[in-house]
């Protein structure tokens, strides 16, 4: 990042899902920011690696999303993925955010 960039903050609010490739399980396609806007989880990480904030708020509660290589299911491949740092609770995670 150069010095002296601004850095974006977005908030999540919403998920897209898809069915993965073998059909075993819904995993997150994009996400979608409380102003409305759709954003895949490839762009999301683009963002991320740029020095941008994403978080995810629901229910009052909020944590930070970060990108990792792959979807965590054993048999997926889907590449890049995402997912929120572990805080003790559940409400705010990309898997129970609402779809959107």
Not at 16 to 45: C, L, N
Not at 46 to 54: C, D, F, K, P, T
Not at 61 to 86: D, E, F, Q
Request: proline content about 4%; glycine content about 8%; charged content about 20%.
């Amino acid at each position: 990042m150069k010095r002296g960039s601004l850095v974006a903050t977005y908030t999540v609010t919403k998920v897209r899902k898809e069915r993965s490739a073998d059909g075993s399980h819904r995993h997150i396609e994009g996400v979608i920011t409380d102003s409305g806007v759709h954003y895949t989880r490839a762009e999301v990480v683009n963002s991320i690696n740029a020095g941008h904030v994403w978080r995810t708020s629901n229910l009052g509660r909020t944590a930070t999303i970060v990108p990792m290589s792959y979807c965590p299911s054993s048999t997926c491949l889907a590449k890049p993925y995402i997912r929120t740092n572990a805080d003790g609770t559940t409400s705010d995670n990309l898997e129970n955010l609402p779809e959107g």
